[in-house]
Nanobody
């Protein structure tokens, strides 16, 4: 059975940084997506990282967020810098197996506020 769990969220001031982790067990995961759900908004994909190490980002986080993966440790990371209140939300990771089978974590809350 595949299980994903995020950690690292919390309260941070504008301009601050946080590092989120996404650890999984089971599955033949080849890609991990990071998704964010802001208050009152739909969940949206903001970044992803492949087992090959290739990453991609949405424009809203490009240049500020960096995704990485330690496949041996079955852990993906999202390094977030220069955070703004618009980055507030619940951050989810989603792992993909061949054939597109998705596995979601339960999310970690990030609040950017002074």
């Amino acid at each position: 059975q595949v299980h994903f769990e995020e950690s690292g969220g919390g309260l941070v001031q504008p301009g601050g940084s946080l590092r989120l982790s996404c650890k999984w067990s089971g599955g033949a995961i080849y890609l991990v997506e990071w998704n964010r759900q802001a208050p009152g908004e739909q969940r949206e994909r903001i970044a992803d990282i492949g087992r090959s190490g290739v990453a991609s980002y949405e424009d809203s986080v490009k240049g500020r967020f960096t995704s990485s993966m330690d496949y041996a440790m079955r852990t993906a990371f999202l390094e977030m810098t220069n955070l703004t209140p618009e980055d507030t939300g619940v951050y989810y990771c989603k792992g993909l197996e061949p054939g597109g089978v998705p596995h979601w974590g339960s999310g970690t809350l990030v609040i950017v506020s002074s």
